[in-house]
């Protein structure tokens, strides 16, 4: 149990259709990370927060959205889903001081499996 | 842009034996390397990093790889493989940015282990 949790665990949802993704990072660890995993695409970064503030930004479609709210969970908001959008997505979280990289390692959830039918 | 590569899709073993993952990137600078193995059912879980210093770093379950620079590579090792490790094993180069790093992950190997 790496500490960090998902919900929920599965999501079957229909194209064209919103869901929210949650995530509760490790006790203390103030940056959240989202991926996603396909078959197509393979695992790939989403975004990135940090206390609050986005801090990196990878391949996130305009459709997708993220907040890391003041308790510092996340939430992943995808809109007007496609069938494409199935996926597992994860959320992983670190301490992540800016001076010691060696405290930065990323404690992955177990994901949230989002079907689009 | 940063890129990882792992040549073997799947890899089959008999308990026991030893085990070699192959990973080579592409990166113009000191890379953040990594190893994550995600067992079915499970989020990633780390098994070792380099960031810098010994180029032969241990990890957890008795995994080691090796940085080696002059081919830009970074294969996991295990001298002696067992049924529980069976699982799917991912490389990673992280970018540093600002004390943090984004990972880039490789597609992944699939590792068969045989009793």
């Known amino acids: 149990d790496s500490g960090v949790t998902q919900t929920p665990k599965h999501l079957i949802t229909a194209t064209g259709q919103r869901v929210t993704l949650r995530c509760s990072p490790r006790?203390?660890?103030?940056?959240v990370y989202w991926y996603q995993q396909s078959l197509d695409q393979g695992l790939q970064f989403l975004i990135q927060y940090y206390n609050g503030e986005e801090r990196a930004k990878g391949n996130i479609l305009e459709r997708f959205s993220a907040q890391q709210f003041p308790d510092l969970h996340s939430e992943l908001n995808l809109s007007s889903l496609e069938l494409g959008d199935s996926a597992l997505y994860f959320c992983a979280s670190s301490l992540y001081l800016r001076l010691e990289p060696n405290d930065n390692e990323q404690f992955f959830g177990p994901g949230t499996r989002l079907t689009v039918l | 842009a940063q890129s990882v590569t792992q040549p073997d899709i799947h890899i089959t073993v008999s308990e026991g034996a030893s085990l070699e993952l192959r990973c080579n990137y592409s990166y113009g600078a000191t890379p953040y390397l990594f190893w994550y193995v995600q067992s079915p059912g499970q989020g990633l879980q780390l098994l070792l990093k380099?960031?810098?210093?010994?180029?032969l770093v241990q990890g957890i379950k008795g995994f080691e790889a090796e940085f080696k620079r002059s081919q830009s590579s970074f294969n996991l090792r295990k001298p002696s493989v067992h049924w529980s490790d069976a699982a799917e094993y991912f490389c990673?180069?992280?970018?540093?940015?600002?004390?943090?790093?984004?990972?880039?992950f490789g597609r992944g190997t699939s590792l068969i282990v045989h009793p």
């Open positions: 380099y960031f810098s210093g010994d180029t």
């Open positions: 990673a180069v992280g970018a540093p940015s600002g004390g943090s790093y984004i990972p880039t």
């Open positions: 006790s203390g660890d103030l940056s």
